[in-house]
Each structure stands twice: as structure tokens, then as C-alpha cells.
């Protein structure tokens, strides 16, 4: 194992990546769907919170009334009518 791997430090105990990854082996299957479960949860919190942000620097491309939102649900419910 090179010393370059990374580690995750529990208190009194440290692992490397491959321990890691093998003790998550040794797993029975539904704690390792909740591993999983966490590492996606994590990473979709990390998107949607950079994506918020990334929203929140933009400045509005043009002010909407109500009056455009109800045009544009018109229109929508329209081509639904015309829709097979």
C-alpha cells in the first residue's frame, strides 16, 4: 500500500482507502446501500448547493409579470389540448 493513499481518521483509528473499501465489501447488503445512499445524498447536496449559488449570482434576464406567467400557462394548456 503506498503512503500516498488517502485516509479517513475515526477517532483511534485510521484507514486507508483500500480498507476502506474493503471493510465496505464486508458489508452486508442493505448497509452497503446505505453507504451508498449516503455518498449520493452528499454528492447531490454538494450540485444542488453550487447550483443554487450559481443562481442566486445571476441577475434576471428580464423582469416577468403575472400577466407573461398566465400567457405562458395559456399557451402550454393549449398545445395540451391540441396534443393526441
Known sequence: MSSTQPTVTIPNVSLTLDQLL??????????RI????????TDLDAKMMALIRRLAERK?????????IVAEVRAVREQRRKAP
Not at 474493503?22 to 448497509?31: G, Y
Not at 434576471?60 to 407573461?68: E, G, L, R, W, Y
Request: glycine letters at 0%.
Open 22 to 31: 474493503t471493510a465496505i465489501r464486508q458489508l452486508d447488503e442493505p448497509a
Open 34 to 41: 446505505q453507504v451508498a445512499r449516503i455518498l449520493l445524498e
Open 60 to 68: 434576471p434576464v428580464t423582469q416577468i409579470s403575472d400577466a407573461m
